[in-house]
Nanobody, 120 residues
Framework: QVLLVESGGGLVQAGGSLRLSCAAS????????FGWFRQAPGKEREFVAS????????YYGASVKGRFTVSKDAPLNTVYLQMNNLKPEDTAVYYC?????????????WGQGTQVTVSS
């Protein structure tokens, strides 16, 4: 069973930065993708970014491309989301998720979420 624990959320002014962390445990992740998603009140969950554990492939949602960066620290089993130039519309609960590319096409492990609030 994969356990994901997010941290690093908080309140920040527009134009500021935050770094979210996702600590993963439970198995080896050589065949995994890790993703960041967010959900604002009254809105559907939105894809933010993802990273392949093996290799350097990264992907971003259109609304965050150029401002957010996803990365990983393999020895620490941790995935990060560096968020720069934050905007009020980035306010949401951010979730870390994982999926094994072998035998699965959906993210099936989720963290508890961390709140990010951007004030104008």
């Amino acid at each position: 069973q994969v356990l994901l624990v997010e941290s690093g959320g908080g309140l920040v002014q527009a134009g500021g930065s935050l770094r979210l962390s996702c600590a993963a445990s439970g198995r080896t992740f050589s065949t995994y993708f890790f993703g960041w998603f967010r959900q604002a009140p009254g809105k559907e969950r939105e894809f933010v970014a993802s990273i392949r554990w093996n290799g350097a492939a990264t992907y971003y949602g259109a609304s965050v491309k150029g401002r957010f960066t996803v990365s990983k620290d393999a020895p620490l089993n941790t995935v990060y989301l560096q968020m720069n130039n934050l905007k009020p519309e980035d306010t949401a609960v951010y979730y870390c998720a994982a999926r094994d590319t072998v035998g699965s096409s959906q993210y099936d492990s989720w963290g508890q979420g961390t709140q990010v609030t951007v004030s104008s």
